[in-house]
Structures are given as C-alpha cells and as structure tokens.
C-alpha cells in the first residue's frame, strides 16, 4: 500500500487489538477485520433487519445488508481517490449497523424505552458491544478482536455518559475522543458520511418504488430534480410512464456521483488546509471529510423531504407502531422469564442478582434478532401476531 497518504491509517501502524495476536502472513490487520466481520453472524443477520421498509414489505426494498454494501461501495470509491485506506472504510463500513435492532429505527427507540433506567439503548454502541463483545467465535477471548481503527469508526457518535464509562474499562481506548473531543481517522469519517449519501439516495429509490412518494414531489428536492431535469433533457422519452423507472435510476445515479465528486474536492482542499502530518493529527484537526457548502445545503434539504414525507409516512408509522409494540412486549415478556430467551442470554440474565444487567442481557438479545423472528417470537409469547 505504497501509494496511501501519510495523514491514512497504516496497518503496519495500527493501535492494535486489545488481545495480541500474530500477524496474518498475507493479509493486513484492517483486511482481517474486513473479513472477521464479514463471517461474523450479526452480519448475515443484517440481511433480514429493516432499513426503512420492513424486511417482508418487498424484495427489492434495501435491508441492512445491502445498505451496508453500499456504503462499503461508495466509501471505497471515494477511499481510493484520497489515497486513504480503502480497506478499513470496507470493514468500518460493514459494520456500522451491526448493532441495529430489528424494525429499524423504531425497534431502537423502544429498546431505548425500555432501557432508559439502566443507561439506554445507542445503536453506536451496540455495534461496539457486538465487535468487542456478543460475538462468540474465538476460544480465547469474546468479540471479534478487531483492530482501535475500526472500533474507533464503527463507535460514531456516543453520549458523555457512556464515553466516561467505556474511558473506565479501556482507558485512552475508543471513548476517550468524546471525551477530548476529537475526530476519529479520516476512514471513520468517510463511512460517516458515505452511509448518508447512501441513503439519501437508496431512500428515495425504495419510496418512490413503493409509492409513498412521487417524481412530482421530488421537484421540491433541488439536489434531486436538478439531475432529473437534466437526465430528462437529455432523453425525453424518460418522461414517458413505462420509462420513469430508468429516469428514477438515471437520476440517482448523477445525484450520487456529484456528490460523491464534491466530497473528493472538499475533502482534499480541507486536507491541503490542514495539511496534517499523520492520523494523529487528523484526530486533534476538526473534521476533514466533508461535502462543499454548497452540497451539504442541497444534502440537508433532502434529508429534510424524506424525513417528512418518508420516514413520517402515515403508512410507515403504521409500521413503526406495531414494531415498537413487538419490542416493547419481548422485553417484558424475557425480563419477567429469562428462560426464554436463548441459552446465553437466559445464563446471563439468570446469574445476575440485579435489574441493570439482566435487562441489558434482554436487550442484548432482543438487539440481536431479525424483524421476522421478533414477530416469530412474539406471537410464541404473546399469542398475538402483529405482523403478516
Ligand atoms: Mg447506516
């Protein structure tokens, strides 16, 4: 990797992993996370968790998995142009939503609920906790072992609180740049903002597919309708109505390369400012990977439209309700009988002579599930079924 910047992760200079391990003879330290995460089984379990729409809604509907590749995609692209490590943006990148519950965001505001006396629920921080810790693959030690660079991406944002309490377990580790303010590697931020480009855009290809919001609204997004106009003019048999899918595509696509092409030239000048000599002083500078004023503007006013008119879609909130609901009940339902939850959890949540950690062993385990089997489940303990 001869070719990477001075201000990229290095390998060869990483942090390490909080349990020694021998060098793999072909592969590099950020390239064994890639892949670690990769065979893990929260990963394979992303195929089945709800982006936006829930996962039985549709086939062609983004799930946590193909949203995960995507950003990998896009934040690869990128990596390579900045000439910064295109394979920790990969393995930071696949495992950003390890943590997510099932049913989406509203799965983790009920989670939230449910936890809130006992240090409540952060999506963040459950993907940390699967990497370090839910895990169970290795004989030695629980987690994946992986590597401070990638921890220090997959943790992207995390309240004071629990920053202070992982500062008490790991001192200098993952929290402490909470703590001392600072940016993580210029690869963690990329993923940051690769995963908003990416749905941003996926978003509005799945809710115009589903028809909860129309090309005719979009004429409100500038950063969208600048491209359908001019993918149009370009091709006015688009405007046709059996052809609209390939202007939707069309559109997208040039949405998606512009920005991705003003992150490249507001990053680099950023970097030509700051000129910082290592990732060390990436870390102390303030964030360096970023859209021109311009896009982040039009990117806001996006997000902006979708959260109106997608996220808060009468029929989305249908949804939203009952999932809430679904979790809402297994965490009563496990709390009040550990037993029934899988072997793990139920010893966990056995042993312990107090609330905090039993509940957080049924939250673990409810974090952990598909948006199908949370339903499976709660019928099996409820005798209601909420989902078809
Ligand atoms: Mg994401």
């Keep these: ?57 549709g086939d062609l509907f983004r799930t946590r998995l193909t949203h995960s590749l995507e950003v990998a995609q896009l934040g690869r692209s990128i990596a390579r142009s900045l000439r910064i490590n295109e394979d920790l943006v990969e393995a930071i990148s696949l495992a950003h939503d390890l943590g997510h519950t099932p049913f989406g965001h509203a799965g983790q505001d009920a989670l939230n609920g449910c936890v809130a006396e006992h240090g409540g629920f952060e999506h963040n921080l459950q993907s940390l906790r699967v990497v370090d810790k839910l895990e169970e693959r290795y004989p030695q030690y629980d987690g994946l072992n992986l590597t401070f660079e990638t921890r220090e991406g997959v943790l992207k944002h995390c309240s004071r609180r629990n920053a202070q309490l992982l500062e008490e377990s790991e001192p ?38 589903s028809g909860l919001i129309t090309l005719a609204q979009l004429r409100d997004v500038p950063l969208f309708d600048q491209f359908r106009a001019a993918a149009q003019a370009e091709h006015p048999d688009l405007g046709r109505a059996p052809l609209q899918r390939r202007l939707l595509y069309e559109a997208i696509r040039r949405m998606l390369s512009a920005q991705v092409y003003d992150v490249i030239d507001a990053t680099q000048a950023a970097l030509s400012r700051h000129a910082p000599a290592d990732v060390q002083a990436v870390r102390r500078a303030p964030p360096l990977v970023m859209f021109g004023d311009v896009m982040r503007e039009r990117s806001l006013q996006l997000k902006q439209f979708l959260f109106k008119n997608l996220y808060r879609h009468p029929r989305v909130m249908d949804t939203t309700a009952r999932a809430q609901e679904v979790v809402r009940d297994l965490f009563a339902a496990y709390l009040e009988s550990p037993h029934e939850m899988n072997a793990g959890f139920a010893e966990q949540a056995a042993s312990a002579d107090g609330g905090p950690v039993r509940a957080r062993a049924v939250a673990d385990f409810i974090a952990g599930m598909t948006d199908r089997f949370a339903a499976r489940e709660h019928e099996r303990l409820t005798g209601r079924r909420l989902f078809d």
């Design 1 to 57: 990797m001869s070719s990477l910047a001075p201000y990229a992760c290095d390998p060869a200079r990483s942090l390490g992993r909080r349990h020694a391990e021998t060098p793999a003879p072909t592969r590099t330290e950020y390239q064994r996370d890639r892949d670690r995460i990769v065979h893990s089984t929260a990963f394979r379990r992303l195929v089945y968790k709800t982006q936006v729409f829930l996962n039985h809604e």
């Design 172 to 209: 200098g580790g993952v929290g402490a740049r909470f703590l001392r303010k600072e940016q993580p590697s210029l690869e963690a931020q990329l993923c940051n903002l690769a995963d908003e480009i990416s749905y941003n855009a996926h978003d509005i290809d799945d809710g115009v597919r």
